[in-house]
């Protein structure tokens, strides 16, 4: 197993790995300032005792794993859609595994023996999720804390975290569920509760998100720092008396004590009270209307008033530095408890998600085998108003190593390239798969290659691009790598694109290459032929019905290939106007009769014929005709031929005049 080393520069992740000559080199970046989301941008590395699966940036894109291909973000990606973790280390847990599914196969059964066994117990499943629930971020507050960049109430709400981490620990420990994985990866794992306890038992129950003096700590814990706040509590009280005994005193009703920061506490009089000023009274400041004045006694007070805030303050940032010391001491503890409790939160939401969901659990094992029963799509399922089509599919690396997909536009073919795809990841990341059955065999990668964009910022062409990624894969590919591809070869001429597209195929397919599981998804019918001389090439087709000059999709895969793309009927639905779409069908009759490059320019037909009116002229009709006027009565007279009736020589006569009628 390689051991990766994380690197905090500034604000940057860095991941750092060890390579072949013991170097270090970089693997992965993500810096929060200017990304976003949970990207991981892997970079080209051979790491072959890795335990994780490669995912680059272009198959997480392709999968829409954290983005849907518009770069949103939420409904449409995959973690949108299998997120049930309950704390925040769960989620970050669950988008580890999306960017780097398992391979290692004791690891992936002891997760899928657990997922099996949290969902077979409804009632422990859900008392371990509702104490989970509790959990906050334990990381981040615990490195908050380290770094004394928290305020009492966050510490507070790490310690509630601690003591609810703490009780999902022992609630996995119990019950009866001592051979469940999850009650061997707590195993050992540190006693948050004294930590807690402590946290609880010293910060108020409501603590200020910043430190004011007074409300920090709660009462009983030091008698110093309570004595303090009573009487610093106790100002209020202890004014309002000595403001009434001095009215009395005075004779003075509307004397009143108040305070600034230059002077403090002070009477104030107004002038036409200031004949009755005692002589202990000491003048501080002349105001239009009033007096301010202060006695020996209101400075005594004022003094231990101040005293006590002061000392109320520097008692309570004692108590709360000592409280930031105990957490840095067990910071390595608390990193540990919420590793388990991030396992112990994804086991469970993949429980609830397979139970929610009908989720199968897959096998997993070292065969080239990838077979799916009845396979869905794990997004569009959720997403579908009705019910989803669901479809099998089965590789390996002999008998069917290449899928070649054929089918209309809309058919559902991305659908079902991705829907593998995805199955693969779910089940390597520890899941149970939408599926009725399903037995995979581990991939190291998986490699995707779907839908078509320019680069401009780099000076791309969508055909450039699609060809760089193309190469990509053909230059890393392994023999345990899952290969996805999506209409290669369309963003240039048809030739040029039917012959890259043939020439890719039987590189994947080559007895000397890496064979890498592949499906293949294409519109060249002509690439169908490839069965014949390519052994471990099977086609598939989505099928399709026509129905009163519409047609039907049925998105199911089954053995076969597909004739047509139906393009012009997917444009009629999608509403181009109908002129176009007449001229269309009378264009596709003509190149499908005869390669359009050999047509003589007079053949071809010019404008006359588009007409954009609901019925078109009769001349348009005939001038769009494939034959001429003898060449249809040839045509019926053909049809009028009785071939069982007519002796050898009498057809060759036949022909002879048909021939010179032409």
């Known amino acids: 197993m390689v051991v990766l080393e994380v690197v905090v520069v500034r604000s940057t992740i860095e991941v750092m790995f ?78 580890r595994r999306l960017a780097e599914p398992l391979t290692d196969l004791d690891a992936l059964a002891s997760w899928h023996l657990g997922v099996a066994g949290a969902l077979d117990d409804r009632d422990w499943r859900e008392q371990v999720r509702r104490l989970l629930k509790g959990v906050g971020d334990l990381d981040r507050g615990a490195v908050r804390a380290a770094s004394g960049r928290i305020g009492p109430a966050a510490l507070r ?48 129950e409501q603590p200020p998100a910043t430190m004011r003096p007074g409300e920090v700590v709660r009462p009983g814990v030091s008698a110093q720092l309570d004595a303090a706040t009573a009487v610093a509590s106790d100002t209020r009280g202890f004014l309002a008396a000595l403001q009434a005994r001095e009215r009395e005193r005075t004779g003075i009703a509307t004397l009143k004590i108040g305070y600034n920061r230059v002077f403090g506490y002070y009477y104030e009089i107004s002038n036409k009270h200031l004949d009755k000023v005692p002589a202990d009274f000491s003048q501080k400041q002349t105001l239009v209307n009033a007096a301010r004045f202060r006695t020996e006694e209101l400075t ?21 530095a000592s409280l930031l010391a105990d957490v840095t001491a067990g910071l390595e503890a608390i990193r540990e408890l919420s590793a388990r409790v991030a396992e112990i939160d994804l086991l469970f939401a993949f429980a609830e998600l397979a139970e929610r969901h009908r989720y199968a659990r897959p096998v997993c094992d070292d065969s080239l085998i990838l077979d799916i029963v009845e ?30 997909l054929t089918g209309p536009n809309m058919g559902g073919k991305s659908t079902y ?64 790598s899952l290969v996805v591809l999506d209409e290669v070869g369309r963003g240039t001429s048809t030739y040029d ?41 099977v086609n598939l087709r989505l099928e399709v019905r026509e129905w009163q000059g519409s047609i039907i999709f049925l998105h199911a895969v089954k053995p076969g290939c597909s004739d047509k793309s139906y393009g012009i009927h997917v444009a009629r639905l ?10 269309a069908e009378e264009l596709l009759a003509l190149f499908s009769s005869e390669d359009a490059r050999t047509l003589a320019p007079e053949r071809l ?26 060449e249809r009565d040839a045509l019926d007279a053909l049809r009028d031929l009785d071939l069982e009736g007519i002796s050898p020589m009498d057809a060759f006569l036949w022909l002879a005049r048909i021939k010179k009628q032409l």
């Open 18 to 95: 060890p390579d072949a000559k013991g170097r270090d080199g970089l693997i992965s970046r993500y810096d929060p300032d200017r990304d976003d989301g949970p990207w991981l941008q892997h970079y080209d590395i051979d790491l072959q005792d890795s335990d994780r699966m490669l995912l680059d940036e272009e198959t997480l894109r392709n999968l829409e794993v954290f983005r849907t291909l518009r770069g949103e973000r939420g409904q449409g990606t995959l973690v949108h859609h299998l997120d049930r973790t309950a704390t925040p280390a769960g989620r970050r847990l669950l988008e």
């Open 157 to 204: 709400q790490l310690g509630e975290s601690l003591r609810a981490a703490g009780e999902a620990v022992a609630a996995v420990r119990g019950g009866g569920h001592e051979a469940h994985p999850a009650a061997a990866w707590v195993r050992g794992t540190p006693d948050p509760s004294p930590l807690a306890t402590r946290l609880l038992a010293t910060l108020a």
């Open 300 to 320: 005594t007070a004022e003094q231990t008033i101040l005293d006590a805030e002061e000392c109320m303050g520097r008692l309570e940032a004692e108590i709360f």
């Open 375 to 404: 396979g869905r799509h794990p997004v569009v399922e959720q997403l579908l108003e009705g019910e989803f089509i669901p479809n099998d599919a089965l590789l390996d690396g002999d008998a069917r190593q290449v899928l070649l």
């Open 417 to 480: 390239l991705r829907q593998v795809a995805l199955l693969v990841l779910m089940a390597q990341a520890g899941s149970f798969v939408p599926a009725a059955r399903a037995r995979i065999g581990v991939a190291d990668r998986i490699f995707t290659r779907v839908g078509a964009g320019d680069n401009v910022a780099r000076g791309q062409s969508t055909f450039y691009a699609e060809m760089s990624e193309t190469a990509r894969i053909l230059h890393q590919m392994s023999r345990r």
């Open 497 to 537: 694109g039917l012959s890259l597209a043939w020439a890719i195929t039987e590189f994947l397919h080559h007895d000397d290459g890496p064979r890498p599981r592949t499906i293949f998804a294409t519109h060249y019918h002509e690439l169908t032929a490839l069965d014949r001389t390519l052994p471990r090439l």
């Open 574 to 583: 999608a509403g181009v106007p109908e002129p176009v779409l007449r001229r």
């Open 605 to 630: 037909p010019g404008a006359p014929g588009f007409s954009l009116a609901a019925d078109r002229p009769a001349a348009a009709s005939r001038q769009l005709s494939l034959f001429s006027d003898g």
